[in-house]
């Protein structure tokens, strides 16, 4: 079983219980979403090699071997051979250890072989990071099937995606670091990964199962509504019209990087068509030194009323950390508030008391238990997307990690 070059989930299974490995690895059979299980050295070292070919049977899913080899051609290419023969549909080894030891797995030609390229811990700085864009090259050359590059770090997964790509426009990209390390669910994807994975975030979860479609639908969501142009707009438009229904007044329009960078484009255009012809602008990930300057893109004036544009909110974290980004970067600054499409309703209320302090008022166009009830046993193209099941397990997820007040 190949994996396919398209979005998904990869689950880290690093936990050490068997038992359990076994119990979440029946329950992803049936979860909702594209799922990937990624085998890493702790759980193979306590149960053995033979956990692959139980693992892939409980789960029927494609099974990736992560022992990160990383030793001479010989050895690695016997620690790969074991690997697939034990079931692994994938390995993944070091490319820094060189082409020697890439082609020498490679032509074992028993599966798909996954290198890393670039790591997520701040150490990889110190001796990977220098030398990852030749990595990149050297194992896009070589033919391999993916990639592993750090979600942490949406810059170096855009610019070596970029580079692998160009090599191997078939390569697929896998990106850890979601959640437990850092990153947030689809940093990696709107910056050119297929695959993201998580480990901790899943396997620690109360309800591991829930857990990984909850982080698959985060993964899935604005960017994939978006997917046409045709889709864009129809976003825009909900925004647009929510901003005239609403009667919001500001001056400047904001999209916190990365989902909210389009829809500020996008909505800034769609208002200027009914007059309402606003600037706008964006986040700057990584501040730059020359030119345009600093931390945002976009013409920012002392005395702007600012309105803030994402695609959802959780705990409104990140919408702080822009405000008070625009807020120090020019004088008297008033905030017309945020707007997003969907509010997850998980804002606690030292979140609600957070955005009060600095007069950030919340907009949505859609609430998430709005979004459910309307599609409880509704069919939309054939389909049922919230079935009786699906709604039981949203109720007990919003019971059980939605704080008290919001229920
Ligand atoms: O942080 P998590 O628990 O979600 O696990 C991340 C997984 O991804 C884990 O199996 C680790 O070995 C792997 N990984 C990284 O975390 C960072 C890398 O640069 C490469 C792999």
């Not at 702790?42 to 494609?62: F, N, T, V, W, Y």
């Not at 697939?84 to 030609?109: E, N, R």
């Not at 811990?121 to 220098?130: K, M, N, T, V």
Request: proline share 3%; net charge negative; glycine share 8%.
């Amino acid at each position: 079983m190949r994996l396919k070059k398209e979005k998904g989930i990869i689950v880290a299974f690093d936990m050490e219980d068997t038992e359990f490995a076994l119990e979440l690895a029946r329950d992803l059979r049936g979860a909702r979403g594209n799922f990937v299980i990624k085998v890493g050295r702790p759980l193979e070292m306590r149960a053995g090699i033979g956990i692959l070919a139980q693992i892939k049977d409980a789960s029927e899913l494609p099974i990736i071997y992560d022992g990160k080899i990383a030793d001479i051609p010989y050895i690695s290419q016997r620690i790969a051979s074991s690997a697939y023969d034990a079931g692994a549909d994938a390995v993944i080894l070091h490319g820094f250890v060189g082409s020697d030891v890439v082609k020498a797995v490679k032509t074992l030609g028993k599966g798909d072989v996954i290198a890393v390229v670039e790591m997520t811990h701040p150490g990889s700085d110190e001796f990977i990071q220098p030398a990852a864009e030749r990595i990149a090259m050297m194992v896009a050359r070589t033919g391999l099937e993916g990639v592993v590059l750090p979600a942490t770090k949406p810059e170096r997964v855009k610019n070596l995606a970029r580079i692998v790509q160009r090599e191997n426009a078939y390569i697929y990209i896998i990106a850890p670091g979601i959640k437990t390390q850092g990153a947030s669910p689809g940093d990696a994807i709107v910056n050119g990964a297929d695959y993201e994975v998580v480990g901790r975030a899943i396997y620690n979860a109360e309800e591991p199962k829930l857990a990984a479609e909850t982080i698959y639908s985060e993964v899935m969501d604005i960017a994939d509504a978006m997917r046409t142009g045709g889709d864009a707009m129809k976003v825009a438009n909900a925004y647009a019209a929510r901003i005239k229904e609403l009667g919001i007044e500001f001056d400047y329009i904001h999209g916190v990087a990365y989902k909210g960078i389009p829809l500020a484009a996008l909505v800034a255009m769609r208002l200027s068509e009914w007059e309402i012809n606003k600037r706008w602008g964006y986040d700057r990930k990584e501040e730059k030194r020359y030119g345009e300057e600093g931390a945002i893109v976009g013409e920012l004036r002392d005395g702007d009323t600012v309105l803030i544009v994402d695609d959802v909110i959780t705990t409104g974290a990140t919408k702080v950390e822009s405000w008070l980004k625009l807020a120090s970067m020019r004088r008297d600054v008033k905030s017309a508030g945020i707007l997003v499409a969907v509010d997850r309703e998980e804002m606690s209320d030292a979140d609600k008391k957070m955005l009060a302090r600095y007069h950030l008022s919340l907009y949505s166009i859609l609430k998430i238990t709005e979004i459910f009830e309307f599609l409880h046993n509704r069919e939309i193209d054939g389909k049922v997307y919230v079935d009786d099941g699906m709604m039981h397990d949203f109720k007990q997820y919003f019971r059980q990690y939605v704080p008290e007040t919001q229920c």
